[in-house]
């Protein structure tokens, strides 16, 4: 059984708020808009209108996020039928898949990818509930048609077609479980989605949301690999959640403008490999020796303090949405063939001895277009002695991954 989880301001109405002082930044642009686009004056995000209001110096994931709308949209009401909805005439063309959609990171998730203007299909794929997940989205007049599928037998159907795949199916963290806690359900969870990705989508963007990350990215490679069909510059797991909850803190602690703080995240996705580099914070920032254990201790435990502070009700999902968001839009605008993405993920690595390793990317067409290596170079003696303790764990987790693959076949 498959069980599913998973400071900007913008205005809703006639127009939505965007950046109008958005430039080139080494990290993500999602979300936004660039104002020489001769297209943006037809879409607004959650509404189309005419005009656009441009009131405000934050984006919706802020100064980092500007996407190119590839075509204008006009709205076109069309009849429903009971698969499929759409209030709008999408002219944009990639297909999105969810699987896990009905969860707590996957609802979310389906509604801040459903406000990209890229997407002409936004697939929503889980074991129960997405039918209305998929109803209640459709409302929504923005691009994309949503279409639903529920269970196994439509699992395939799910994944035709389609350029990214998001996983944040699974089952969430509980207060006590440590992420290696989930690994025997999500394992099997992630192995059984991945099989169903490589029989029919292969060439997608695979972007690996399901904890514990540090293992299922490997169990992916290797499905993956079994079906001959592995392309590592396309499967990503997603971190950027490290990155957004740095980027806050770090502003919060020295009263900087969130929009402005930049900071890379390398290692891996869970306790002590999570490694932000405060070092090479963009502005720079000077940090006590107390701060600076505080903040990367904080950015370490965040999930953590999510859990808690929920007291059983749940894991970090709104969060994570978030961030997960920021990548497809991020993923997105790289098919598209914007030159200038930038985004933090957990890949298939030769940075450092360790096989599987989270840093700064720039994201192309293919997928990982280069590895942002100088961002390792010039380290402090804190995080140097930060990075060699955290490979032990990451290189065991990632072992732990390509073990349980090898001792269970994968499906013809």
């Known amino acids: 059984m498959m069980a599913t989880t998973s400071a900007n301001t913008f205005s809703v109405g006639s127009a939505i708020s965007f950046n109008p002082k958005a430039n080139a930044h080494p990290q993500s642009k999602a979300f936004g808009i660039k104002l020489n686009t001769p297209h943006f004056l037809s879409f607004s995000g959650l509404k189309a209108t005419s005009s656009i209001r441009c009131e405000s110096e934050s984006s919706f994931l802020g100064k980092e996020s500007s996407a190119v709308l590839r075509q204008s949209v006009k709205p076109n009401a069309l009849k429903q039928n009971q698969r499929s909805w759409s209030f709008l005439q999408p002219q944009a063309s990639y297909k999105v898949t969810i699987l896990g959609a009905a969860g707590g990171i996957g609802q979310p998730l389906a509604l801040l990818v459903k406000m990209s203007p890229l997407i002409s299909a936004l697939h929503l794929y889980d074991i129960a509930n997405v039918k209305g997940v998929a109803a209640d989205l459709s409302h929504c007049n923005t691009p994309s048609q949503v279409l639903d599928f529920t269970g196994a037998s439509e699992l395939a159907d799910s994944l035709k077609g389609v350029d990214v795949v998001v996983i944040p199916a699974g089952v969430p963290r509980k207060p006590g479980m440590t992420r290696d806690d989930l690994f025997n359900i999500n394992a099997s969870i992630v192995k059984t989605l991945i099989e169903a990705v490589a029989d029919n989508c292969p060439d997608a963007f695979i972007q690996i949301i399901s904890n514990p990350v540090n293992s299922t990215v490997p169990i992916a490679a290797e499905v993956l690999k079994q079906k001959g069909v592995y392309d590592p510059k396309k499967l990503f797991g997603v971190t950027t959640l490290d990155v957004v909850r740095a980027n806050t803190f770090v502003a919060q602690k020295k009263n900087l403008k969130l929009i402005d703080v930049d900071v890379p995240v390398v290692g891996g996705h869970a306790g002590i490999t999570i490694l932000p580099l405060l070092s090479k914070t963009k502005p720079s920032v000077s940090l006590s020796d ?40 991020s993923s997105l605008r790289a098919l598209d063939g914007d030159g200038d993405v930038y985004e933090c993920c957990y890949i298939q690595s030769e940075l450092t001895e360790i096989p599987f390793f989270a840093s700064r990317v720039k994201l192309g067409r293919k997928g990982v277009e280069a590895v942002i290596s100088s961002d390792l170079q010039g380290l402090t003696e804190y995080e140097e002695k930060a990075l060699g303790a955290l490979k032990p764990e990451l290189k065991a987790s990632i072992e732990k991954g390509i073990d349980f693959v090898h001792k269970q076949p994968v499906d013809a």
């Open 290 to 329: 107390e701060e600076l254990q505080e903040l990367t201790m904080r950015i370490q435990n965040a999930g953590t303090e999510v859990v808690e502070a929920k007291v059983g009700a749940g894991s970090a999902t709104l969060s994570m949405a978030y961030a997960a968001a920021r990548f497809v839009e």
